[in-house]
């Protein structure tokens, strides 16, 4: 494992702005969310530097238009790379959820209709060990809590230890090893 991976969370959305769970709903970045994914282009290509890599993306419109915006040429678009499917929850806010299901959070609790801590963990983990047989860097374009999810994989922990790491609208993390030891190299690089 040589390589170094490189997440890039979404610009801001309305919907994230304000908290609700976005899953499989599609919807544009702001102008806010724009301008924050131009500028994580300018950080990401500082910390890449002239290094190739294969770029990754989600295929929902918020995640490719952040790689477009970053100055990225996406290799692959894929639903590896989704965010946690809310089921019932689509569109709501923890809070809202927390008037019928006391305590919820989506690293505690099932998501009625959607997917559960086990598939998520099934994803990252496909995604993980495909992306540590490439050859060269990659770039992954995604969402919040799969991207967490992603990186608590990467270092050999439960899917549900994402809820540790914060990862802010396109906030960048960078993922490698130490002599063979997953590492997080970097976390929560602003855009701003």
């Known amino acids: 494992m040589s390589n170094t991976v490189y997440l890039l969370r979404h610009g ?4 994230s702005e304000t908290g609700k769970h976005t899953g499989r ?3 544009p970045l702001t102008g806010e969310g724009e301008a ?9 290509a500082g910390l890449r ?4 890599a294969v770029v990754i993306t989600s295929p929902r419109q918020r995640a490719v238009r952040t790689a477009a915006l970053a100055g990225l040429v996406v290799d692959e678009t894929t639903e590896e790379l989704a965010e946690w499917d809310y089921g019932d929850y689509e569109g709501l806010t923890t809070p809202e959820i927390r008037e019928t299901v006391p305590g919820w959070t989506v690293w505690t609790h099932p998501c009625p209709n959607g997917e559960t801590a086990e598939q998520v963990t099934d994803r990252a983990v ?5 992306v540590r047989r490439l050859d060269s860097d990659v770039v992954l374009v995604g969402h919040g809590h799969f991207s967490r999810v992603l990186v608590a994989t990467w270092i050999g922990q439960p899917s549900t230890y994402g809820v540790h790491f914060g990862l802010d609208a396109a906030g960048i993390v960078v993922l490698g090893d130490e002599r063979g030891v997953p590492q997080i190299k970097r976390m929560n690089i602003p855009s701003e």
């Open 12 to 15: 801001q959305t309305e919907w």
């Open 25 to 27: 709903t599609d919807i």
């Open 36 to 44: 924050r994914a131009r500028r994580a282009g300018t950080v990401l």
């Open 49 to 52: 530097g002239e290094r190739p």
């Open 126 to 130: 496909r995604l993980v060990d495909r």
